[in-house]
């Protein structure tokens, strides 16, 4: 939720003045835009931004102002987003009217939340890591984040507590989270929107969960001995101190995270939600200067933490001559695992 009691004293509305996607003539003009839209009006910044999700780590202050523009670009209509694919979108990962609990999951067991990949990524979710987790995903338990890149953060109050049931009703206690963005929903967005998490219910980053399973298989390692550029996901925004965990696993997994331009805070975003924005030329544009400064820091390999910012990017960097990873696939070859 917004809280716009820190911008009055915010000297540099870095929100604003540090998006990588809109030019402001100076902080006054980025403070005009902002104060438009604290007031509840139209601002440029509606229409031209990419949901990139970034002004959420700039801000200072802790105030969510990606909150705030979510909720103007639903009552404003500011993106271009085809009225027929939002309504696909929306209608594709819908909760069941009835929820009938998965058979065999074990309260007292660790379970993998596959999210929406739970077809799709199948073979990701293989090896020794994840063999002794039951697993539950798809739109029951679907997170519902995405739907912030169509402007329509109504459909994600309204699916939240329904969610929320299904995990109470299911009785799932320690849940790893395979996808960064369901993950940014337990850990973010419900306790900033004030919803309540089941009593027992444990997200874990499967970040967290893989690093302690190398460190506590540490023998087996084999180095990995590469230079690879981490493309870092619109919603670790939402969860920066994951970034902790990627930089603890490269080191034990001898991947060298290559000290690229945009990685960390000055990440560029894959560009997967800019099509359905009408922004196609901006992708092409920006997936160009992400793959060249990849490229100009001598990565061999580019790896990733979303499996859709890998779908978006994957043949384009491929074509550059870097083979493409997630990083859990990556921590699996270090086991020994054939992973091509
Ligand atoms: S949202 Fe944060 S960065 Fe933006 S003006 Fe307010 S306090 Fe400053
Ligand atoms: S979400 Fe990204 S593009 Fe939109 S205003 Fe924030 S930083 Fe800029």
């Known amino acids: 939720m917004f809280d716009d009691s820190k911008c009055n004293e915010c000297e540099n509305v870095d929100c604003l003045t540090k998006c990588q996607w809109i030019e402001f003539d100076g902080i006054d003009d980025a403070r005009s835009e902002m104060t438009k839209m604290i007031n509840g009006e139209e601002s440029r910044v509606l229409s031209e931004c990419v949901t990139c999700f970034a002004c959420h780590e700039y801000c200072p202050y802790g105030s969510n102002p990606f909150d705030l523009i979510t909720t103007l670009q639903e009552k404003h209509d500011s993106l271009e987003v085809n009225e027929a694919m939002r309504k696909r979108m929306i209608a594709m990962y819908k909760p069941h009217d009835e929820f009938k609990p998965w058979d065999g999951i074990e309260p007292d067991k660790s379970t993998l939340n596959k999210?929406?990949?739970?077809?799709?990524?199948?073979?990701?979710?293989?090896?020794?890591?994840?063999?002794d987790l039951q697993s539950i995903g798809g739109r029951d338990f679907f997170c519902n984040l995405l739907y912030h890149h169509i402007a329509r953060d109504s459909v994600i109050r309204e699916r939240v507590p329904i969610i929320l049931e299904n995990l109470e009703k299911q009785g799932v206690?320690?849940?790893?989270?395979?996808?960064?963005?369901?993950?940014?929903?337990?850990?973010?967005?419900?306790?900033?929107?004030?919803?309540?998490?089941?009593?027992?219910?444990?997200?874990?980053?499967?970040?967290?969960?893989?690093?302690?399973?190398?460190?506590?298989?540490?023998?087996?390692?084999?180095?990995?001995?590469?230079?690879?550029?981490?493309?870092?996901?619109?919603?670790?925004?939402?969860?920066?101190e994951i970034d902790e965990y990627v930089d603890k696993i490269c080191e034990l997994i001898g991947?060298?995270?290559?000290?690229?331009?945009?990685?960390?805070?000055?990440?560029?975003?894959?560009?997967?939600?800019?099509?359905?924005?009408?922004?196609?030329?901006?992708?092409?544009?920006?997936?160009?200067?992400?793959?060249?400064?990849?490229?100009?820091?001598n990565a061999e390999v580019c790896f990733y933490n979303c499996p859709m910012c890998m779908e978006t990017m994957g043949s384009k960097v491929e074509r550059k001559g870097l083979k493409n990873y997630l990083l859990t696939n990556l921590c699996r070859k270090a086991l020994g695992e054939n992973i091509e």
Request: with cysteine; hydrophobic share 30%.
């Open 255 to 297: 991947v060298e995270r290559v000290d690229r331009e945009f990685d960390r805070e000055n990440a560029l975003c894959c560009g997967g939600p800019l099509p359905m924005l009408g922004k196609k030329k901006l992708m092409r544009e920006t997936q160009n200067k992400n793959i060249k400064d990849m490229l100009d820091h």
């Open 115 to 131: 999210c929406a990949f739970i077809k799709t990524n199948a073979d990701d979710m293989k090896g020794e890591f994840f063999e």
């Open 173 to 240: 206690k320690e849940m790893i989270c395979f996808h960064d963005e369901c993950y940014g929903l337990y850990n973010s967005y419900i306790p900033r929107n004030n919803f309540e998490i089941p009593q027992g219910l444990k997200p874990i980053h499967v970040f967290e969960y893989v690093y302690n399973y190398l460190k506590e298989n540490e023998s087996k390692i084999q180095k990995l001995n590469i230079k690879a550029a981490y493309q870092r996901n619109c919603s670790t925004r939402f969860n920066t």
